[in-house]
């Protein structure tokens, strides 16, 4: 059973920076697409990075210059998003989620459409405030 589970969020004043992390345990995908989406109150969940098992990366407008995405060396472990000055409009509930890839290379993996991916974690709260 695959099982994700975010940490790091928090409260951070604009122009601050938090490092979000997401444990996957459960599975041993050698080709996959991970991404990182967050949800707001009232809003439709959003993409904001993902990564492939070859490291390739991919950002939301909103976000690029700001955030990275990365994964351990070991990878399928522990995934990671860096976010640096951080803006008030970015306050949302950030989740991981992961799709399984049936070719190496895995082809294009962004974070575009939440309902490509089947596995998630429960969220973690970032909340950029003065």
């Known amino acids: 059973q695959v099982q994700l589970r975010e940490s790091g969020g928090g409260l951070v004043q604009p122009g601050g920076s938090l490092r979000l992390s997401c444990a996957a345990s459960?599975?041993?995908?050698?080709?996959?697409?991970m991404a990182w989406f967050r949800q707001a109150p009232g809003k439709e969940r959003e993409g904001v990075a993902a990564i492939d098992s070859r490291g390739s990366t991919s950002y939301a407008e909103a976000v690029k210059g700001r955030f990275i995405i990365s994964q351990d060396n070991a990878r399928n472990t522990m995934y990671f998003l860096q976010m640096n000055s951080l803006k008030p409009e970015d306050t949302a509930m950030y989740y991981c989620?992961?799709?399984?890839?049936?070719?190496?290379?895995?082809?294009?993996?962004?974070?575009?459409?939440?309902?490509?991916?089947?596995?998630w974690g429960q969220g973690t709260q970032v909340t950029v405030s003065s």
């Open positions: 989620a992961v799709e399984p890839r049936y070719t190496d290379p895995p082809g294009i993996c962004t974070a575009q459409d939440p309902n490509d991916f089947g596995d």
């Open positions: 459960g599975y041993r995908y050698g080709s996959y697409c």
